[in-house]
């Protein structure tokens, strides 16, 4: 871990807001007596519209619940549960009690109070704008926690992004290793490309093109993956073919423009930030050769819910990725339409592989805790890390959240 003593995770008592919190309980209540689950009490009182099958949410704290919901309703919940204020029924699993809450996520909070969004939403702090010097620092919060955080949930390809499934009995190394089949051939990556992968992640996808006799340029601004990547390229015998710098994509330098035949990008573009895009965009037109190709795999949302969320600051920015910001298909087209020369030419789309993908990281995630614990991190950590992986997988159950692989070229 890169700071164990002043954790990112840790949290603050939760604030007092008699009204608000009042206000929080009555929209709640509201909406699970609409909901197919359950929220049970202390006390045996029960709410909600599902019978005693339906996922259980246990309050354990109600009062602190309700006071951080009342406080910010996008992070209270996510606070509340790695606090220990509610918790899931004994037969629950949490990305089936979350799931009916991702389907309505529009419709819990009335529409009169809805109007009143930009006058609560909190905006991304200053220090988390992905500057270049932002992005290493944002970076380093996830990213750099410990490689050997990653390798206890993650599949031995340590690929940390949605695979691709061909059947429910696959095994996640496989679909993972046909997801990044999928980006090179939409790539067209052969013996002979010249590749760039901005983002490289632990390696796997470099050292798949370099199986390929592709020569590969690799950039990452996380130290600790940029190590354990290099061993891994000199393990599989194609460290002569692949270059891996610490580097940001703004900082690749002029003297490579239009000498990549291909590049390549898995979920990079989430860390990007809004303001940055065009730049981002910009820089792989200008590295792209004459007649060369672009994959991009990227988390999306509906555009009218991105345009909603575009200036919040919620529990995943807060905890989890901090910069990041989700862009849907069409914010992706203005981009390209107005700072590049390239469109989106091929669209695949892997959102339930997605859900399919959490469920088996939150899995081997519970099933290692004991080991992840040893290495230093704590139960609010493991609280944190489980709403994490349960509130995505239910994100993309619903189809709030797709991931597509996005192939690209010049008009």
């Known amino acids: 871990m890169s700071d164990v003593t002043a954790p990112s995770w840790t949290l603050s008592t939760a604030p007092t807001t008699p009204f608000r919190a009042r206000v929080a309980r009555a929209i709640i209540h509201n909406a699970v007596n609409r909901f197919p689950v359950r929220v049970t009490f202390p006390d045996g009182t029960v709410w909600g519209g599902g019978d005693a099958s339906a996922p259980e949410l246990k309050l354990v704290r109600p009062d602190s619940l ?15 549960y ?30 009169p109070l809805q109007r009143l969004r930009g006058f609560v939403d909190e905006r991304l702090p200053h220090h988390e704008r992905n500057t270049s010097e932002g992005s290493r620092s944002n970076i380093e919060r996830h990213y750099d926690l410990s490689n050997d955080l990653f390798a206890q949930f993650l599949d031995p390809s340590l690929s940390y992004s949605s695979a691709w499934f061909e059947s429910p009995e696959e095994s996640l190394e496989t679909a993972q290793l046909r997801k990044i089949d999928g980006i090179l051939d939409q790539a067209a990556v052969t013996a ?5 992968e901005i983002g490289s992640g632990w390696g796997s996808l470099a050292i798949r093109a370099a199986e390929r006799g592709a020569t590969v340029t690799t950039i990452t601004l996380s130290q600790e993956q940029a190590a354990l990547a290099q061993e891994r390229f000199e393990a599989a015998g194609v460290a002569d073919l692949i270059e891996i710098r610490l580097q940001d994509y703004r900082e690749v330098p002029q003297s490579e423009t239009g000498t990549y035949d291909a590049i390549v990008s898995v979920e990079m573009i989430e860390a990007v930030g809004e303001e940055f895009w065009p730049t981002y965009f910009q820089t792989i037109d200008r590295l792209l050769a004459p007649g060369g190709r672009v994959s991009i795999q990227a988390i999306t949302m509906a555009d009218h819910r991105y345009r909603a969320t575009r200036n919040s600051y919620g529990w995943i920015q807060k905890y989890i990725f901090p910069g990041g910001l989700i862009p849907s298909p069409e914010a992706v087209d203005r981009n390209l339409a107005e700072h590049t020369g390239l469109r989106v030419t091929a669209t695949r789309s892997l959102g339930p592989d997605y859900a399919r993908t959490l469920h088996l990281w939150r899995e081997a995630f519970n099933q290692n805790w004991a080991d992840i614990n040893a290495l230093g991190f704590d139960e609010t950590f493991r609280r944190m ?26 008009r």
Request: hydrophobic share 40%; net charge negative.
């Open 66 to 80: 309700f006071n951080r919901l009342g406080a910010d309703s996008k992070i209270g919940l996510g606070e509340a």
């Open 82 to 111: 790695m606090a220990g204020d509610w918790t899931t029924g004994d037969d629950t699993d949490l990305a089936d009690l979350l799931t009916p809450f991702a389907a309505r996520l529009t419709s819990i909070v009335p529409k």
């Open 192 to 196: 002979g490309s010249r590749v760039l």
């Open 385 to 410: 890390w489980e709403f994490y992986l349960g509130y995505c997988e239910a994100g993309f159950r619903t189809g709030y959240l797709d991931v597509l692989q996005l192939q690209m070229r010049r």
